[in-house]
Structures are given as C-alpha cells and as structure tokens.
C-alpha cells in the first residue's frame, strides 16, 4: 500500500475558498486513485502518461532526486520560484523541512511554489503539493492549482523501479474541461495543448533532457 499522507477539503472552482488548503478545484487529491482515468468528477478531464527513462538503482535515485526537487518541471521549461514549505513532523526522511546536501528543498505535504511557463501554452500562478509517495522502489507525489492560477488542474507524478529493473515515471492528470459554450474545435484543441503539457513534463525525466 502506498504510503501517501494528503490534506484537502470540501473546495470548488469559483466560489468561496477553504482558507485550509486554497485550491481552485473541488476533486482534491483524485489523481492519486487509478479509476481517476476512466471516471474523472464532472467538468473535468483526466489521462495518464508512462515513460521509461531507464533502468538500475541509479537512475531511479537520481530521477527521484529531480522529481522530488522541482526537476520533472523545470526540465519541462517551467519557473519554479517562492518555494514554501510547511513545518513537517512526520515524515520517511525525517523532521522537516528537508533539504538535499546542497540545500535544495525536498517536496513535502503542504509546500507551495509560483511555477509558469510559456510553452506549449501560458500557464501561472501558485501550486500546493497534496500528498507525497515515499516507498522503497515508488517515489512521487500529487500537487494541484491554488487560486488565482491560470489553470485549474491537478497531477500525480511517480517515479517507479520496477521487478524487471526499469525505471518508469507515470503522471495522472486533471483539468477543467473547456467551457460548453466553445465550439467543438475549440474544445479539441485545448485538450490537444493540456496534453502537450502533461506529455512534456512526463518525459521530462529521462536522461536527455534532465538537467
């Protein structure tokens, strides 16, 4: 079983926000669930993306070492900045905030960052990571938008070292679906770029393209 810790709340999209948590969406930490693919809340639209970006012990550290530190992001051409995190008083790695060796800040529950980007398509504003994954061979962790960020969308990121030796990252993604009033082509499209999106980040991971 996963050990995933979350917080959330009862939330929804343009009404009053829970002061607890400052989501923008009301389906908090629903990409962390499979069936999210198959059966996302009304409104939205949900995928999942798998990758491999390699094999052995090695690379799964490293590559959990990236995603746990903003990398899968900023590989993918996203700013991470004003990163926050909460006080942590229990974790697997200990009291927190945590920190790498050179003083990187280590992803954990309640933490929150500004992240934008201008391709494949403008996106900003403030992040706040739900739950986080941390289990021998399946690091990750679940982050979504806060208000008044520009996208209203929610993601599960892990990274896998599976029996036969690969290492894999996976991504379930959640947005809001395109208002009913556009066309269809319009509707077509802004799923086609959300998944440009995902798509970027997910293989953001492998070796030729991480930093």
């Not at 939330?11 to 669930?33: K, P, S």
């Not at 395109?178 to 799923?191: E, I």
Request: proline share 7%; glycine share 12%.
């Amino acid at each position: 079983m996963s050990a995933v810790r979350a917080v959330g709340g009862p939330l929804r999209r343009g009404g009053a926000v829970a002061a607890d948590t400052g989501m923008n969406y009301a389906a908090i930490g629903v990409t962390a669930r499979p069936d999210v693919v198959s059966f996302p809340p009304a409104g939205f639209r949900s995928a999942e993306y798998r990758h491999r970006i390699g094999s052995g012990a090695r690379r799964f550290d490293l590559a959990g070492r990236a995603l746990m530190t903003w990398g899968a992001l900023r590989s993918a051409g996203w700013r991470v900045e004003d990163v926050r995190a909460e006080p942590v008083t229990s974790s697997p790695r200990g009291a927190g905030p945590l920190f790498l060796e050179d003083g990187t800040p280590w992803i954990t529950p309640g933490m929150t960052a500004s992240v934008s980007t201008t391709e494949p398509v403008a996106a900003s504003g403030r992040v706040k990571v739900l739950s986080i994954v941390d289990e021998p061979g399946r690091i990750g962790f679940v982050y979504g938008s806060m208000s008044g960020h520009t996208e209203c969308a929610e993601r599960f990121l892990v990274v896998e070292h599976d029996p036969d030796d690969g290492v894999f990252v996976t991504m379930r993604s959640l947005w809001e679906a395109s208002p009913s009033r556009l066309g269809r082509f319009a509707r077509n499209s802004a799923d086609v770029l959300q998944r440009k999106v995902d798509e970027r980040i997910v293989r953001a991971l492998h070796p030729s393209n991480a930093g």
